[in-house]
């Protein structure tokens, strides 16, 4: 029986938190054959997992020699996940958990519908000590994926699964986004296919002190303001909103915006 689904994980310095993500695949519902790529960009130490301790995962390990960053670890694992001849590629940061009906959702929705390129859910964001921070609510239809993609990316990269064969088709993350290199990729597979969403929160990530969107903030907002601008819509509405939002965002600080999020118990964007 051939492989189906990789699980992509690509993780820098987070022993623990690859541990707690594998802990939770490993009591997921796989509904078809499947293999959890690692990527190791560069810990030092390296990651000590040993694949027979987590057997009924399949797991495959890659291990850069220097830390490259995030684009350079998820293209090294889709490389090897694609050599596999998988058909769908769902995505989790390492810390990150999911609920065990996730990846079988998501498949039934990509098998139902051979037009559906990519499927995300709600997500639940919470701290390091584990506490609730807010619920992340995605866009549902493809049609309003489209138009809030233009005020930001609309769909949590950890919460998504995409069809394997688009991305044999429309190329792997791009390097020229670097910390929106998701927000890039998600734009061409909606030029290629269609989104969904589910309505619940199907993956819970963790809103650390390291993560990207906090310690390269200015880096992902000026990449993100490219990715605006390049498919910038003047009939769109949410073209104009979007970039002015971006731009407001160099000026508040990140800590105000989280603070809101957590006050409301909600994001849309």
């Known amino acids: 029986m051939s492989l189906e689904l990789a699980v ?24 078809v054959k499947g293999t959890v790529v690692l990527v190791d960009d560069g810990s030092n130490p390296a990651l000590e997992i040993r694949p027979g301790d987590w057997a009924p995962l399949g797991i495959t ?13 998820l293209n090294a694992g889709l490389e090897v996940a694609l050599k596999e001849g998988v058909k769908y590629i769902a995505r989790l940061d390492a810390g990150d958990t999911l609920h065990k009906e996730r990846l079988a959702k998501q498949i039934a929705i990509m098998d139902a ?35 809030k993609m233009h005020i930001g990316s609309c769909l949590i990269h950890p919460a998504v699964m995409l069809r394997a064969s688009l991305l044999r088709e429309i190329g792997n993350y791009s390097k ?3 910390a929106a290199e998701d927000y890039e990729l998600f734009f061409r597979f909606l030029a290629a296919s269609k989104a969904q969403c589910i309505p619940e929160p199907l993956t819970t990530t963790t809103l650390g002190k390291m993560g990207i969107s906090l310690t390269r903030r200015r880096v992902q907002l000026k990449s993100k303001l490219r990715v605006q601008l390049r498919h910038f819509d ?6 104009f909103v979007g970039i002015a939002m971006t731009l407001l965002l160099f000026v508040i600080p990140q800590a105000i915006v989280l603070s809101c999020k957590r006050m409301f118990g909600i994001s849309r964007i």
Do not use: K
């Open 8 to 31: 992509l994980i690509p993780v820098y310095q987070d022993q623990a938190g690859v541990v707690r993500s594998l802990e939770a695949l490993r009591a997921a519902q796989w509904p």
């Open 61 to 73: 390990q890659v291990r850069l020699s220097v830390n490259q960053g995030i684009e350079a670890a």
């Open 113 to 147: 519908d051979p037009a559906v390129g990519i499927v995300a859910s709600d997500v639940n964001f919470e701290d390091e000590a584990g506490q609730f921070l807010f619920r992340f609510i995605a866009p549902l239809s493809d049609r309003e994926v489209r138009r």
């Open 176 to 178: 020229d986004y670097p």
């Open 234 to 239: 003047a009939l769109e509405v949410n073209s």
